[in-house]
């Protein structure tokens, strides 16, 4: 069936750059023109309204989206005591095991985190309270024993031995990974299903599904893999693991995607040549040279894109190392064709020029998280204290990412940050490096097709022509032409040929 949308204008990041409908056939764009609209079966009139390419968030955790949303007031805690406030409202009527995301006590005017005698007050059912970031986990007691967490590497303790209720590396995987499997499917599904509903709500139409089975099982990626037709947008998965054999016989063509090399900045986990300003010790990173480079030759020889989670200037460096020593082991042939796997690295936050210059040379692609400068890259927020300016100032050098000719794609990182991509295009624009920032159209491309090249799906997402997926937007204004975009909602979103959302 034959569908035309009518608007005031549209823009296709293609050519003709402009037009004033959309004719579709079934998932596909069949033509985008001006004047006098063709025949078709069904007409969707839009009139004073703007049609943009769908959006496409290169880093999303799905199922983490939909347990965030279950409790979005945790981010809205200011004190440690306002936390555990609302994590008895919470709780209140929960039976078995509790998982919420989202603190931030970067926020807090003393990011002092409560105690475990404070958690084991709030319930008697096994409690889990993520940090935004994901790499930091508060937990009471009966979670961390009954997760067996306190056995792992990442267990804090106090100077008597007394567990603290903090947990990271090790013990914050296993941790989050004993709560994920005290979720059904249906569970699972639904969470999912929430998270894409959201995701549409605001104009986007593909997700790259970052999947992190130590955190939640392979079952969590078997799941969607089952039931992603039936969600109202289209998704790419990644998978985090180095176990290539696996990632074959699902018939998935990426792996890595947010596995970490190292953890976050927030967490105080993140991989750095110099020590935190606030914190003693540099972090550490997740893999031996040898073992990265096992992993990086391994899985790019059997044909697969990969990914890294890196942070840390040194975390950076050893991906980059890593994989410039795999480039210097393949013939003349097998040289030509590694620029064109475009094998990714996740954040990059803290790549000087130097670094820059030889992910380019590579030909690594970049996914970035521009919202992250805007919570916390700003004189005095997270990033100033952990690092100090002299480095927080360096970071997420979007401008230069693109002038040096690296291919640059954008996300959320939901649920670290709302699968919002005008707010990510408002984070572009106002980076807090003036020389740093985008302009509207550069980051609107950035989510569009820098995030569609970032999954080799340039030919069917990020622009509308002809024989392109049925994927756009249409709002109210010209989201290229109005001053602000944040806070802008679509009033009509379209995935592979569906009305999927509508205001």
Same mark, same amino acid.
């Given at each position: 069936?034959?569908?035309?949308? /009518?608007?005031?204008?549209?823009?296709?990041?293609?050519?003709?750059?402009?037009?004033? !409908?959309?004719?579709?056939?079934?998932?596909?764009?069949?033509?985008?023109?001006?004047?006098? &609209?063709?025949?078709?079966?069904?007409?969707?009139?839009?009139?004073?309204?703007?049609?943009?390419?769908?959006?496409?968030?290169?880093?999303?955790?799905?199922?983490?989206?939909?347990?965030?949303?279950?409790?979005?007031?945790?981010?809205?805690?200011?004190?440690?005591?306002?936390?555990?406030?609302?994590?008895?409202?919470?709780?209140?009527?929960?039976?078995?095991?509790?998982?919420?995301?989202?603190?931030?006590?970067?926020?807090?005017?003393?990011?002092?985190?409560?105690?475990?005698?404070?958690?084991?007050?709030?319930?008697?059912?096994?409690?889990?309270?993520? /940090?935004?970031?994901?790499?930091?986990?508060?937990? *009471?007691?009966?979670?961390?024993?009954?997760?067996?967490?306190?056995?792992?590497?990442?267990?804090?303790?106090?100077?008597?031995?007394? @567990?603290?209720?903090?947990?990271?590396?090790?013990?914050?995987?296993?941790?989050?990974? !004993?709560?994920?499997?005290?979720?059904?499917?249906?569970?699972?599904?639904?969470?999912?299903?929430?998270?894409?509903?959201?995701?549409?709500?605001?104009?986007?139409?593909?997700?790259?599904?970052?999947?992190?089975?130590?955190?939640?099982?392979?079952?969590?990626?078997?799941?969607?893999? /089952?039931? /992603?037709?039936?969600? &109202?947008?289209?998704?790419?998965?990644?998978?985090?693991?180095?176990?290539?054999?696996?990632?074959?016989?699902?018939?998935?063509?990426?792996?890595?995607?947010?596995?970490?090399?190292?953890?976050?900045?927030?967490?105080?986990?993140?991989?750095?040549?110099?020590?935190?300003?606030?914190?003693?010790?540099?972090?550490?990173?997740?893999?031996?040279?040898?073992?990265?480079?096992?992993?990086?030759?391994?899985?790019?020889?059997?044909?697969?894109?990969?990914?890294?989670?890196?942070?840390?200037?040194?975390?950076?460096?050893?991906?980059?190392?890593? !994989?410039?020593?795999?480039?210097?082991?393949?013939?003349?042939?097998?040289? +030509?064709?590694? +620029?064109?796997?475009?094998? +990714?690295?996740?954040?990059?936050?803290?790549?000087?020029?130097?670094?820059?210059?030889?992910?380019?040379?590579?030909?690594?692609?970049?996914?970035?998280?521009?919202?992250?400068?805007?919570? !916390?890259?700003? &004189?005095?927020?997270?990033?100033?204290?952990?690092?100090?300016?002299?480095?927080?100032?360096?970071? *997420?050098?979007? +401008?230069?990412?693109?002038?040096?000719?690296?291919?640059?794609?954008?996300?959320?990182?939901?649920?670290?940050?709302?699968?919002?991509?005008?707010?990510?295009?408002?984070?572009?624009?106002?980076?807090?490096? @003036?020389?740093?920032?985008?302009?509207?159209?550069?980051?609107?491309?950035?989510?569009?097709?820098?995030?569609?090249?970032?999954?080799?799906?340039?030919?069917?997402?990020?622009?509308?022509?002809?024989?392109?997926?049925?994927?756009?937007?249409?709002?109210?204004?010209?989201?290229?032409?109005?001053?602000?975009?944040?806070?802008?909602?679509?009033?009509?979103?379209?995935?592979?040929?569906?009305?999927?959302?509508?205001?």
């Amino acid at each position: 069936m034959r569908t035309l949308y /009518r608007a005031s204008l549209v823009h296709t990041l293609s050519h003709p750059p402009k037009g004033e !409908w959309v004719l579709i056939d079934g998932r596909h764009v069949q033509r985008v023109g001006s004047g006098e &609209p063709p025949q078709s079966d069904r007409v969707i009139e839009l009139p004073g309204a703007t049609i943009i390419p769908g959006f496409v968030d290169a880093h999303v955790h799905l199922t983490g989206t939909g347990v965030h949303h279950q409790a979005p007031e945790v981010a809205s805690a200011r004190s440690p005591q306002e936390l555990i406030e609302i994590l008895r409202k919470v709780v209140k009527d929960k039976d078995g095991p509790v998982l919420v995301h989202g603190y931030d006590e970067s926020k807090w005017d003393r990011p002092e985190l409560p105690t475990i005698d404070e958690l084991d007050g709030v319930t008697e059912q096994p409690l889990a309270v993520v /940090r935004v970031d994901g790499h930091l986990t508060l937990a *009471n007691r009966r979670g961390l024993e009954e997760s067996g967490a306190l056995d792992a590497d990442g267990a804090e303790r106090d100077t008597d031995g007394y @567990p603290t209720g903090t947990v990271t590396r090790e013990a914050n995987v296993r941790l989050r990974h !004993w709560f994920q499997q005290h979720l059904a499917d249906h569970d699972v599904e639904e969470l999912q299903l929430d998270a894409a509903s959201l995701a549409v709500a605001h104009g986007v139409t593909c997700i790259h599904e970052m999947s992190m089975p130590k955190e939640r099982g392979m079952r969590d990626l078997e799941i969607l893999v /089952r039931h /992603r037709a039936r969600l &109202p947008l289209d998704v790419v998965p990644y998978v985090a693991t180095t176990d290539v054999g696996r990632v074959l016989d699902l018939g998935l063509r990426r792996i890595g995607g947010d596995l970490p090399v190292d953890g976050s900045i927030g967490a105080r986990t993140a991989w750095l040549f110099e020590p935190f300003a606030d914190h003693e010790g540099s972090g550490a990173g997740y893999f031996g040279d040898d073992e990265l480079a096992e992993f990086f030759h391994g899985a790019h020889l059997a044909g697969l894109q990969v990914g890294v989670h890196a942070i840390g200037d040194a975390a950076i460096e050893q991906v980059a190392r890593t !994989w410039e020593r795999v480039y210097q082991a393949l013939d003349s042939r097998e040289r +030509r064709h590694f +620029r064109a796997r475009r094998h +990714r690295v996740e954040h990059f936050e803290m790549a000087d020029g130097a670094l820059v210059e030889r992910a380019a040379a590579l030909g690594l692609a970049i996914s970035v998280q521009p919202s992250f400068d805007a919570e !916390w890259g700003h &004189p005095g927020g997270l990033y100033d204290r952990g690092l100090g300016w002299g480095r927080a100032e360096g970071m *997420n050098r979007f +401008r230069t990412l693109l002038d040096r000719g690296l291919e640059v794609g954008a996300g959320s990182d939901s649920p670290i940050t709302i699968i919002d991509p005008l707010a990510g295009i408002a984070a572009f624009e106002g980076h807090h490096d @003036p020389a740093q920032r985008l302009h509207r159209e550069e980051a609107v491309r950035a989510y569009t097709i820098g995030s569609a090249r970032l999954a080799h799906q340039e030919d069917k997402k990020g622009s509308l022509a002809p024989g392109m997926h049925a994927d756009f937007a249409a709002y109210e204004v010209d989201p290229m032409a109005v001053d602000s975009v944040e806070g802008l909602r679509p009033v009509l979103t379209v995935s592979l040929g569906r009305d999927v959302y509508a205001a």
